[in-house]
T-cell receptor, first 113, second 110 residues
Framework: DGGITQSPKYLFRKEGQNVTLSCEQNLNHDAMYWYRQDPGQGLRLIYYSQIVNDFQKGDIAEGYSVSREKKESFPLTVTSAQKNPTAFYLCASSSMTAGNGYTFGSGTRLTVV | RKEVEQDPGPFNVPEGATVAFNCTYS??????FFWYRQDCRKEPKLLMSVYSSGNEDGRFTAQLNRASQYISLLIRDSKLSDSATYLCVARDNYGQNFVFGPGTRLSVLP
């Protein structure tokens, strides 16, 4: 079955650590996205990529980094520079056809301990 | 920055009621529109696309008014299981980024 997989489901980070969240899709989608969601809040775009080896900053890119070495994979690194990383992180993918919506992964819940 | 606005609610309605959500978007170049449903602590899931002619899927009806830059979602005969946050989404005409509204929370009460 085609889909988008995020791992891990839960992640705990110590102060000052970098952590990497995985996102893999087998939908043959060109575009991939990372969003952050805080409790009771809407989705905020961190980074997106529309083609391999290219990505763009979203609204809240500071303290995060990404790579897009393969079409299927778009990992997100939460660096120590991100001062308030505790949140729900959602990865999504879409085709470039305007009429199609996003497919979301099931999310990673990151907590700083 | 393009914006999509929604009434955050919460909308508390009794089972069996009809409830309507509205959404406005500011970018007239937006081409595609969607409603997503998000349950607590879960990922958003596509509920339905929104077409200019309006579309219906069972108890759900979506409408688009391009002149007023307004999208609506109507839920008839509300069920307890409809309780969720409903996100309005606009996609620009190059098929690139999506802009999400903040969501409207619905609680259907027994």
């Amino acid at each position: 079955d085609g889909g988008i997989t995020q791992s891990p489901k839960y992640l705990f980070r110590k102060e000052g650590q970098n952590v990497t969240l995985s996102c893999e899709q087998n939908l043959n989608h060109d575009a991939m996205y990372w969003y952050r969601q805080d409790p009771g809040q809407g989705l905020r775009l961190i980074y997106y990529s529309q083609i391999v080896n290219d990505f763009q900053k979203g609204d809240i890119a500071e303290g995060y980094s990404v790579s897009r070495e393969k079409k299927e994979s778009f990992p997100l690194t939460v660096t120590s520079a991100q001062k308030n990383p505790t949140a729900f992180y959602l990865c999504a993918s879409s085709s470039m056809t305007a009429g199609n919506g996003y497919t979301f992964g099931s999310g990673t819940r990151l907590t700083v301990v | 920055r393009k914006e999509v606005e929604q009434d955050p609610g919460p909308f508390n309605v009794p089972e069996g009621a009809t409830v309507a959500f509205n959404c406005t978007y500011s970018n007239s170049a937006s081409q595609s529109f969607f409603w997503y449903r998000q349950d607590c602590r879960k990922e958003p899931k596509l509920l339905m696309s929104v077409y200019s002619s309006g579309n219906e899927d069972g108890r759900f009806t979506a409408q688009l008014n391009r002149a007023s830059q307004y999208i609506s979602l109507l839920i008839r005969d509300s069920k307890l299981s409809d309780s969720a946050t409903y996100l309005c989404v606009a996609r620009d005409n190059y098929g690139q980024n999506f802009v999400f509204g903040p969501g409207t929370r619905l609680s259907v009460l027994p």
